[in-house]
């Protein structure tokens, strides 16, 4: 039963690979879940993790975040969230914002037709590169 049992690994390489996403909110890299999804399972590939990475976005249990050329993470949160970007440390943080669902309604009722999903990023920097600016100007 060679079949049943490539079942079973892929299951348990994509369940592996849900739940090192879903233990961080950092929204990493796929190299970086290949280095902790290795530590469990040694002789997974890099491509495996593509692979399920793409199963996984596809349905829908994992949200892919581009920002540009090779600048791909992963999100293990599925629910519909915003994300705001720092643009000193990169860091990308989750926003709970309850607008979302009436922004839907408004850009729906302008252009009179159906609305499904958006995609909206903020850009800035963050409350520790913040710090950071102000302790570096005060001692300037
Ligand atoms: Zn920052
Ligand atoms: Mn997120």
């Given at each position: 039963?060679?079949?049943?049992?490539?079942?079973?690994?892929?299951?348990?390489?994509?369940?592996?690979?849900?739940?090192?996403?879903?233990?961080?909110?950092?929204?990493?890299?796929a190299?970086w879940?290949?280095?902790?999804?290795?530590?469990?399972?040694?002789?997974?590939?890099?491509?495996?993790?593509?692979?399920?990475?793409?199963?996984?976005?596809?349905?829908?249990?994992?949200?892919?975040?581009?920002?540009?050329?090779?600048?791909?993470?992963?999100?293990?949160?599925?629910?519909?969230?915003?994300?705001?970007?720092?643009?000193?440390?990169?860091?990308?943080?989750?926003?709970?914002?309850?607008?979302?669902?009436?922004?839907?309604?408004?850009?729906?009722?302008?252009?009179?037709?159906?609305?499904?999903?958006?995609?909206?990023?903020?850009?800035?920097?963050?409350?520790?590169?913040?710090?950071?600016?102000?302790?570096?100007a005060?001692?300037?």
């Amino acid at each position: 039963m060679v079949t049943t049992k490539g079942f079973v690994r892929k299951t348990k390489q994509r369940g592996a690979i849900l739940r090192v996403l879903q233990s961080t909110d950092t929204h990493p890299t796929a190299d970086w879940v290949y280095q902790e999804v290795r530590k469990e399972m040694p002789n997974v590939s890099l491509g495996t993790i593509y692979r399920n990475l793409k199963t996984l976005v596809e349905m829908g249990e994992v949200q892919e975040l581009s920002y540009g050329s090779g600048y791909t993470r992963y999100d293990g949160k599925a629910h519909d969230h915003y994300h705001f970007v720092c643009e000193q440390c990169g860091r990308i943080e989750d926003l709970e914002i309850e607008c979302m669902a009436e922004l839907d309604r408004e850009v729906a009722r302008e252009i009179g037709g159906k609305v499904f999903r958006h995609r909206l990023e903020f850009y800035g920097t963050c409350s520790e590169c913040l710090a950071e600016v102000q302790a570096a100007a005060r001692e300037a």
